[in-house]
């Protein structure tokens, strides 16, 4: 069975108390938190006051994306602030090793996170170091856009990449899943489905990410 995500960037945030007890009785596995700069993506999101606050009542896993330049800086205040896992994009991170070894230094679990133009052959000598890879399959910076098809094929990619060197790093699918082309994305090779309209905007949301969560591969 795959992992589920919900992406609370989608959620209603005045009443983000009751969405967080919804994904806590849920199936879904994680919380999944975007955190956006304004610069490397064209949009700001919410940050660590926010997380903070989530985390009090968070009772799963709380998965920090961070779509913002210099992420070391902040690196010691999403600690703080509750992250179990913290994901860094490859494109905003030239010292990328060195970042990943400070999340690792902090205890919590790294990830990288590739943009739709970025191969998966660049993530080749950071992989063994990983947790998770994100698989952008959108154009990061707003919820709610159609999933770009070309990431299938990088599913596949990573992968075969995955399995070839034996490694336990798990495929993260965040942009556009919906439950009509969930089971096609997990087929492909993808561990977790982030999932932040789809779910946020269903009439039943439980209900939704039970039909994420019972796909198989
Ligand atoms: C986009 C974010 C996503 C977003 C997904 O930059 O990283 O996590 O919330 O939203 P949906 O699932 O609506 O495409
Ligand atoms: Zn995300």
């Not at 903070?52 to 009772?59: N, Q, S």
């Not at 590739?114 to 950071?126: K, R």
Request: net charge negative; aromatic share 6%.
């Amino acid at each position: 069975m795959c992992l589920v995500a919900p992406s609370l960037l989608a959620c209603n945030f005045l009443k983000l108390e009751e969405e967080c007890k919804m994904v806590n009785e849920s199936e879904a596995d994680w919380f999944h938190l975007d955190v956006m700069d304004g610069r490397f993506v064209p949009n700001i999101s919410f940050g660590i006051p926010i997380i903070e606050h989530i985390r009090k009542i968070a009772k799963k896993t709380c998965d920090v994306h961070l779509m913002i330049e210099e992420p070391g800086n902040l690196v010691p205040a999403f600690k703080k602030a509750g992250a179990d896992q913290v994901t860094v994009h490859l494109e905003a991170c030239p010292n990328l090793h060195r970042n990943i070894q400070q999340i690792k230094e902090f205890g919590m679990l790294p990830g990288v996170a590739i943009n739709p133009h970025t191969p998966v052959s660049f993530l080749s000598d950071i992989l063994a170091d990983i947790h998770q890879v994100i698989i952008m399959s959108v154009n990061p910076g707003f919820g709610g856009q159609k999933f770009i098809l070309h990431t299938l094929e990088k599913i596949k990619q990573l992968r075969k990449m995955i399995d070839e060197k034996n490694l336990d790093v798990l495929i993260e699918i965040d942009g556009g899943v919906t439950v009509e082309n969930a089971a096609e994305i997990v087929h492909a090779g993808a561990d977790v489905l982030v999932a932040g309209n789809t779910v946020f905007s269903a009439v039943y949301p439980v209900e939704t990410i039970r039909q994420l969560k019972n796909i198989t591969r």
